[in-house]
């Protein structure tokens, strides 16, 4: 039993690790809300969609990013929550 709760203990931190070690953040504004879409635009002038209208136009917010694992593209990075800055 000991044995169990060391492993999945193991295995919890493991999964922690690598979904931390593959996030960052982004500051951005709100370019556009519409449909149900909210399009950002970071500092280098990258456009990001996310499924939501909570947010009004000219609002600067922070980006919690995934990297999909791919360090060197960020083209395939993903929002995975937003926060007003």
Do not use: C, P
């Amino acid at each position: 039993m000991k044995r169990f709760f060391v492993t999945m203990l193991f295995l919890v931190g493991f999964v922690g690790s690598m979904l931390i070690e593959n996030t960052y953040n982004r500051t951005a504004r709100v370019y556009s809300v519409k449909h149900g879409v909210t399009t950002f635009e970071d500092k280098t002038g990258n456009l990001w969609e996310y499924e939501t209208t909570d947010f009004e136009q000219d609002s600067e917010v922070i980006l919690i990013m995934f990297t999909n694992h791919t360090d060197n593209n960020i083209h395939d990075d993903e929002i995975i929550k937003v926060m007003v800055k």
